[in-house]
């Protein structure tokens, strides 16, 4: 099965600065990589996706990058703000189909804590 | 609003009394799952179903079973809760259409059991 490796554990930034966190997946059947941002005590929340046929996307001040041929996927958060402090997963996963219906099993990696500093 | 709703929220209770968490969603959803989050582990699924009557094992399935006779729900049970089960459990969703495509899943806000 899929194995999703993710590193730092944990991330401390100043205020301003940019932050990388940076995953590894196993299986080359992957095609989907989401990101997600949990608060403390809240539920974890999409912040940005990816799809294999891109290599990267951005949204105001994340973007997210795809490697494929070397099976790595980073989330690039610019111009930090404290409110950016939250644990951080990153995903991966393969869509299976059957009779029609599509649905991707979603392997997590292990969170990054992102403490940004004022 | 769309959300998707686990209850309890916390419950503290004992070594081999059955419990259900219960998750509903009201997206019409037909992709549901189940994810355990413990520190240092991320989220780890549990069991997952793709429509009403078709569940399947996620990677830690043991010691949990579910079901899932209507669309909108899909409760978790543990028959027999041992301390190992004590985590935090968070019920997702997300709609399922053909076409080789992956859709984002929404969570719940989570089900804190301790179990002694």
Known sequence: GENVEQHPSTLSVQEGDSAVIKCTYSDSASNYFPWYKQELGKRPQLIIDIRSNVGEKKDQRIAVTLNKTAKHFSLHITETQPEDSAVYFCAASETHDAGGTSYGKLTFGQGTILTVHP | ?116
């Not at chain 2, 949990?64 to 409760?75: A, G, L, T």
């Not at chain 2, 004590?86 to 806000?109: E, K, M, V, W």
């Open chain 2, 1 to 116: 609003e769309a959300q998707v709703t686990q209850n309890p929220r916390y419950l503290i209770t004992v070594t081999g009394k059955k419990l259900t968490v219960t998750c509903s969603q009201n997206m019409n959803h037909e992709y549901m799952s189940w994810y355990r989050q413990d520190p240092g582990l991320g989220l780890r699924q549990i069991y997952y179903s793709m429509n009403v009557e078709v569940t399947d094992k996620g990677d830690v399935p043991e010691g949990y079973k579910v079901s899932r006779k209507e669309k909108r729900n899909f409760p978790l049970i543990l028959e027999s809760p041992s301390p190992n089960q004590t985590s935090l459990y968070f019920c997702a969703s997300s709609i399922s259409r053909g076409g080789n495509s992956n859709q984002p899943q929404h969570f719940g806000d989570g089900t804190r059991l301790s179990i002694l």
